[in-house]
């Protein structure tokens, strides 16, 4: 496997300044792509992470040092990173601009040589995962994908190879309408809702989209959240194993703090989930 693997890192390292340029000039912004190695960082497996309101690419960085993960973490910065609410208006939250540089960065790693793809996705971010995954098994975004130089090949062999990973859902964003039953109603939030809404992207029910994939699914929620609330864990739990009726979805709940605190209980089913006894 190292043996395998090496070329393949070596490649998509190589690849990642040129992606960073090309990205620059397809999406206005650097998303800042860079290849993190695990602890264990031998083998063959790269996750994708994404990561969530108003935060940045550390969030790769983090998981690549305290998780379970093996291998290496392609971390990246989303179009909304480090948003500090000076004017919501700017977000590109529920649009698909905002999935387009992730989109990039699966393709990045797919034709650096990657067979098989993990996904990790916190809170906003696993928004962006369900979406991502909506968008590329369906054709409601095929001429934006296009514009990026994304083929329905590509899409497929994509899909091929987050089948042969592992979809990583932590405490992951449901409908901006949950936070606001929980926190009141602002004019950001509301801003936001508005574009999941008339983009038909609230992750809530782009689930019934992922119907027809075989994915491996770990999906984390923290009880009681503080910050997305818990009122649709369950009817997201039923839509997503409803759609994929062909993979594995497996759900966690744990009280590890808050929804920002390192949830403990994910990690270690990570490593159940992938290395069953």
Not at 121 to 126: E, H, I, K, Q
Not at 187 to 208: G, H, I
């Amino acid at each position: 496997t190292t043996c395998r693997q090496e070329p393949m890192i070596k490649k998509l390292q190589g690849s990642l300044l040129q992606a960073n340029v090309e990205a620059t000039k397809l999406f206005g912004y650097n998303p800042d792509l860079e290849l993190v190695p695990t602890q264990s960082p031998h083998g063959d497996v790269i996750t994708i992470s994404a990561h969530g309101y108003g935060a940045n690419k550390k969030t790769g960085k983090n998981i690549a040092k305290y998780g379970s993960l093996t291998g290496h973490v392609l971390t990246l910065n989303l179009p909304d990173h480090d948003f500090k609410g000076d004017s919501s208006h700017t977000l590109t939250h529920g649009t698909v601009a905002e999935l387009l540089p992730y989109v990039y960065a699966l393709k990045t790693a797919l034709t650096a040589g990657a067979q098989h793809i993990n996904v990790y996705g916190f809170s906003a971010g696993g928004g962006v995962i369900v979406n991502t995954l909506g968008i590329l098994n369906s054709n409601r975004f095929d001429t934006e994908l296009a514009s990026i130089g994304i083929t329905q090949a590509d899409k497929e062999a994509m899909l091929k190879a987050l089948e042969q990973g592992v979809i990583l859902l932590d405490v992951p964003l449901k409908s901006i309408e949950e936070i606001i039953a929980l926190r009141g109603h602002t004019p950001e939030l509301a801003f936001v809702a508005q574009q999941y809404k008339e983009n038909d992207l609230r992750p809530l029910d782009t689930l019934s989209r992922l119907q027809g994939l075989k994915l491996h699914i770990l999906l984390y929620f923290e009880n009681p959240d503080d910050i997305i609330f818990n009122q649709d864990d369950v009817v997201f739990i039923e839509r997503l194993e409803r759609a994929n009726n062909l993979g594995t979805t497996r759900v966690v709940f744990g009280s590890n703090g808050g929804h920002t605190s390192w949830h403990k209980e994910l990690w270690k089913q990570y490593t159940e989930f992938t290395c069953p006894p």
